[in-house]
């Protein structure tokens, strides 16, 4: 076998491997609001 044939089995080799590889779930963190929105208390509305 030729090296440039060994080349690119190793490379399609790997290529396969890492498409078979399972992903891994993200972890995804959600920050809370640092201040709250102020709410209509009806003080000043119509």
């Known amino acids: 076998m030729s ?3 060994r ?3 190793a ?3 790997v290529a396969f491997a890492a ?5 891994e779930e993200e972890v995804v ?3 809370e609001p640092v ?3 102020p709410t ?5 509305g119509n």
Do not use: H, N, Q, R
């Not at 498409?19 to 992903?23: F, I, L, M, R």
């Open 7 to 9: 080349i690119i089995l």
């Open 29 to 31: 963190f959600v920050d």
């Open 19 to 23: 498409a078979c590889k399972p992903k």
């Open 35 to 37: 201040s709250v929105e």
């Open 40 to 44: 209509f208390s009806g003080k000043y």
């Open 11 to 13: 490379l399609g080799l």
């Open 3 to 5: 090296k440039s044939t």
